[in-house]
Nanobody
Framework: VQLQASGGGLVQPGGSLRLSCAAS????????IAWFRQAPGKEREGVSC????????YYADSVKGRFTISRDNAKNTVYLQMNSLKPEDTAVYYC?????????????????WGQGTLVTVSS
């Protein structure tokens, strides 16, 4: 099981980025997949989750209405579209498998993740 997040960078407040999560060695659609982030000196925060199969989506209150999670089964990739970015969104973002679909609504229970991608929101 290997996950690789990419797409981070430096963006001005109000800008957009799209993160990608590519999987190898397994089929993403078989798992609930989450994005979480970690900023320096702060606790890990679950950002969004997409369930296996039917693809129900869930978001933290801090990003609801601004971020969109999606999955492309043909590319075995999950995306996180981030709009209206704020300085407080600055963090390293990781994609992870979730231990169970039951944990997806609360965006917890991360089981496996790879290297993250740094998102910096600054003017």
């Amino acid at each position: 099981v290997q996950l690789q997040a990419s797409g981070g960078g430096l963006v001005q407040p109000g800008g957009s980025l799209r993160l990608s999560c590519a999987a190898s060695g397994f089929t993403l659609d078989d798992y609930a997949i989450a994005w979480f982030r970690q900023a320096p000196g702060k606790e890990r925060e679950g950002v969004s989750c997409i369930s296996s199969g039917n693809g129900n989506t869930y978001y933290a209150d801090s990003v609801k209405g601004r971020f969109t999670i999606s999955r492309d089964n043909a590319k075995n990739t999950v995306y996180l579209q981030m709009n209206s970015l704020k300085p407080e969104d600055t963090a390293v973002y990781y994609c992870a498998t979730v231990a169970s679909d039951f944990m997806c609504p609360v965006i917890r229970g991360f089981a496996s993740w790879g290297q993250g991608t740094l998102v910096t929101v600054s003017s």
